[in-house]
Nanobody, 124 residues
């Protein structure tokens, strides 16, 4: 059983940056691919980025390419999402999730474990 706890959310002005962290415990973190998803008010859960279990492969949703960067530190059992050039439409609750598939997927249903989410609000 893997427990995930996100942190780093907050209020930022458009054009600013935030770095989200997701700390894992209770399992072998390096065996899981990790993903970030987000859910804006009134909208469905949306894939943002994923990173393979050893960090050698990453993949991003089109709307986040070039602005968001996912990374992981297996020694610290932590995955990060660096978000730059933030826009008001990036406002959402951001969730990290763990996938036992070493590469990781883009669909929320592929992920077995989820954090509680962290709120990101981008003001215009």
């Amino acid at each position: 059983q893997v427990q995930l706890v996100e942190s780093g959310g907050g209020l930022v002005q458009a054009g600013g940056s935030l770095r989200l962290s997701c700390a894992a415990s209770g399992g072998t973190f390096s065996r899981y691919a990790m993903g970030w998803f987000r859910q804006a008010p009134g909208k469905e859960l949306e894939f943002a980025a994923r990173i393979s279990f050893r960090g050698q492969s990453t993949y991003y949703a089109d709307s986040m390419k070039g602005r968001f960067f996912i990374s992981r530190d297996n020694a610290k059992n932590t995955v990060y999402l660096q978000m730059n050039s933030l826009k008001p439409e990036d406002t959402a609750v951001y969730y990290c999730a763990a996938d036992s598939n070493p590469l990781g997927g883009t669909m929320w249903s592929q992920y077995e474990y989820w954090g509680q989410g962290t709120q990101v609000t981008v003001s215009s």
